[in-house]
């Protein structure tokens, strides 16, 4: 078995109208909140070989708030089918991970990024760090860190342990 790394991140806050909601970039607010959770996971030793952002205006623009602060220079797979995923969707999405791949961010929306949080935990990781996740509620800038010990095709619910849990807020 090998183990992998899986990061889910919802996307930091976004301006709140304007135009099509696929199409909101974030707010000031939102930039600063990304690029602490950039550095946040630069200091976990935090370094994917693979990014799954959806394609919408604000996850594009979190992806490179969060990518630029903790130093990553990586082409993320901007994924349009993301952006209305559901958590058993955006599941799918993530056993395509080529197996070759052993860190893998994950940025996306809610409810889609909180659900799959909840899903994907065994329940096997620190109390006090599922404790912060499940009373926070994965806020805007949510950044849950997953341990997973097998091949991305047999991911599935209850099979990953949270090690971390992080709400950027810059």
Sequence with gaps: MTLRTLVVVRHSKAEQSGTPDFER??????????????????????????ALVSSSVRTVETWTDIAE?????????????????????????????PPETTTLVVVGHNPTMASLAQM?????????????????????????VFAFDGEWADLDMGTATLVAFHVGRG
């Excluded at 946040?40 to 070989?49: E, F, K, R, S, Y």
């Excluded at 990586?74 to 599941?91: I, K, M, V, W």
């Design 120 to 144: 994907l935990d065994d329940g096997e990781g620190d109390p006090e760090v599922a404790g912060r996740m499940n009373e926070d509620g994965f806020p805007t800038s949510a950044v849950a």
């Design 69 to 97: 602060a903790a130093g990553w220079d990586l082409e993320a797979d901007f994924d349009r089918g993301l952006y209305s995923a559901g958590p058993e969707t955006a599941l799918d999405l993530v056993r395509l991970t």
């Design 25 to 50: 970039h974030l707010a000031e607010r939102g930039h600063g909140d990304a690029a602490d959770a950039g550095r946040w996971l630069a200091t976990q030793g935090i370094g994917p070989d693979a």
